[in-house]
């Protein structure tokens, strides 16, 4: 079965602190990897992976994915806080549908 | 114009009534899901309908029951309510051939008393 595996679960900064979430994965006929952020509703996208040791850069954000020892990271420098939410980690496999992790609960204070 | 969007979004129910929540999306992609968050916000994948095909159901209690009257629209009818079923369901939509962005609605929240 396809599985996702974030870490750390929560984690509590300070404002201008730099964070890195990890996401491990196990998929049949791995796809993408994919993050998203998560405030009060609906999920939104940040970033898709699909080629190893290529990261993908937004603003202070940025991911980049391992195929072979199956994980990505994403970082975020300078955090800010609106950066606080819950971000989610998901792989799309060979099964058509996207595999969600636990999430990290990332909370900045000021 | 809002993309996936779901109604209602705060539902409010006594145990052993039947609710629907329908979604609908104008991004014209193939395939439409449902999700359900839970308490510690695990999204789980419920559902998944092709052009009006199901073609994802992933050991739903039968009590859930899709609905795809076309390919822009995905209904969920859930009979019987339990306890075990509040949570936040997320309705979204992508393409079938490629795994990549779910655009995702802003969630029906689902209280059952």
């Known amino acids: 079965e396809d599985k996702v595996v974030q870490s750390p679960l929560s984690l509590v900064v300070h404002e201008g602190d730099t964070v890195t979430l990890n996401c491990s994965y196990e998929v049949t006929n791995f796809r993408s990897l994919l993050w998203y952020k998560q405030e009060k509703k609906a999920p939104t996208f940040l970033f898709m992976l699909?080629?190893?040791?290529i990261e993908k850069k937004s603003g202070r954000l940025s991911s980049i994915l391992d195929k072979k020892e199956l994980f990505s990271i994403l970082n975020i420098t300078a955090t800010q806080t609106g950066d606080s939410a819950i971000y989610l980690c998901?792989?799309?496999?060979?099964?058509?549908?996207?595999?969600f992790g636990q999430g990290t609960r990332l909370t900045i204070n000021p | 114009d809002t993309a996936v969007s779901q109604t209602p979004k705060y539902l409010v129910t006594q145990m052993g009534n039947d609710k629907s929540i329908k979604c609908e999306q104008n991004l014209g992609h193939d395939t439409m899901y449902w999700y359900k968050q839970d308490s510690k916000k695990f999204l789980k994948i419920m559902f998944s309908y092709n052009n009006k095909e199901l073609i994802i159901n992933e050991t739903v209690p039968n009590r859930f029951s899709p609905k795809s009257p076309d390919k822009a629209h995905l209904n969920l009818h859930i009979n019987s309510l339990e306890l075990g079923d509040s949570a936040v369901y997320f309705c979204?939509?992508?393409?079938?051939?490629?795994?990549?962005?779910?655009?995702f609605g802003e969630g029906s929240r689902l209280t059952v008393l």
């Open positions: 699909t080629s190893s040791g």
């Open positions: 979204a939509s992508g393409h079938l051939q490629y795994t990549g962005e779910l655009f």
């Open positions: 998901a792989v799309g496999g060979g099964a058509q549908k996207l595999v």
